[in-house]
């Protein structure tokens, strides 16, 4: 069974940076397709960056393009960088995997951590 646990979570002011980390527990991610979600308070679950096995493929939502890195650091760690970060990514940062490349619908991912809370604010 595959056990997920987020870390890095904190508070920063606009223009910071962050890492989140995602570390699996119980069997690495090997085969395991690993997205990073948020939400806000009163907000839908959104999708925030997938990073696929199949060629380590990764995939961000628009607003976060080119300020959001998502990367393998180890079997069972999958990172999520973010740098310039602005008051709307404010949320609860969600890791899930899952053998299938669910994409953005976070509603089919099996495998979830407990969500780290990021808070930008000056």
């Known amino acids: 069974q595959l056990q997920l646990v987020e870390s890095g979570g904190g508070q920063v002011q606009p223009g910071g940076s962050l890492r989140l980390s995602c570390t699996a527990s119980?069997?690495?991610?090997?085969?395991?397709?690993v997205a990073w979600f948020r939400q806000a308070p009163g907000k839908e679950r959104e999708f925030v960056s997938l990073?696929?096995?199949?060629?380590?493929?990764t995939f961000y939502t628009d607003s976060v393009k080119g300020r959001f890195t998502i990367s393998r650091d180890a079997e069972n760690v999958v990172s999520l960088q973010m740098n310039s970060l602005k008051p709307e990514d404010t949320a609860i940062y969600y890791c899930?995997?899952?053998?299938?490349?669910?994409?953005?619908?976070?509603?089919?991912?099996?495998?979830w951590g407990q969500g780290t809370q990021v808070t930008v604010s000056s």
């Open positions: 899930a995997a899952d053998p299938q490349n669910h994409y953005r619908d976070w509603t089919t991912y099996n495998y």
């Open positions: 119980g069997r690495t991610f090997g085969r395991y397709n």
């Open positions: 990073l696929a096995w199949v060629a380590d493929a």
